[in-house]
């Protein structure tokens, strides 16, 4: 792999890597936001446990898909893309934090280039 593209590609895994697993831990403080707030009424309603409790489980399998990258990166970075896909769609339907969802569908193309960005790489460069 060139080294341009070595380089592209070690951006895209520390950033898939570590920007997960911060915002996973702060589920957990809500140092940065108040995750809880990016919940629709609706959705809360629907949700068997309090809104925070569930992004603490969010924030649980956030910190999994960035530590999914590190070690599995092609399999990480799909998680990671359809995950934030996920993310997204939910604000769209709930039409709220809109400007959110458009940045993580732009995360979440980032991500999916990580992953085919692997896929080409892996036998030259490692997963």
């Given at each position: 792999?060139?080294?341009?593209?070595?380089?592209?590609?070690?951006?895209?895994?520390?950033?898939?890597?570590?920007?997960?697993?911060?915002?996973?831990?702060?589920?957990?403080?809500?140092?940065?936001?108040?995750?809880?707030?990016?919940?629709?009424?609706?959705?809360?309603?629907?949700?068997?446990?309090?809104?925070?409790?569930?992004?603490?489980?969010?924030?649980?399998?956030?910190?999994?898909?960035?530590?999914?990258?590190?070690?599995?990166?092609?399999?990480?970075?799909?998680?990671?893309?359809?995950?934030?896909?996920?993310?997204?769609?939910?604000?769209?339907?709930?039409?709220?934090?809109?400007?959110?969802?458009?940045?993580?569908?732009?995360?979440?193309?980032?991500a999916f280039s990580l992953a085919k960005l692997s896929e080409s790489s892996s036998d030259?460069?490692?997963?």
């Amino acid at each position: 792999m060139n080294t341009n593209l070595l380089l592209v590609k070690n951006v895209l895994k520390y950033t898939f890597g570590l920007v997960p697993i911060v915002a996973g831990l702060d589920k957990f403080t809500n140092l940065l936001t108040n995750w809880s707030q990016y919940i629709s009424e609706g959705f809360a309603g629907m949700l068997p446990l309090e809104p925070s409790t569930f992004m603490m489980v969010v924030g649980v399998i956030e910190v999994v898909a960035g530590i999914l990258v590190f070690t599995k990166t092609k399999i990480g970075a799909y998680v990671v893309s359809a995950w934030l896909v996920a993310i997204a769609l939910t604000l769209i339907a709930s039409w709220s934090y809109v400007d959110v969802a458009v940045r993580d569908l732009v995360m979440a193309i980032a991500a999916f280039s990580l992953a085919k960005l692997s896929e080409s790489s892996s036998d030259q460069v490692g997963n």
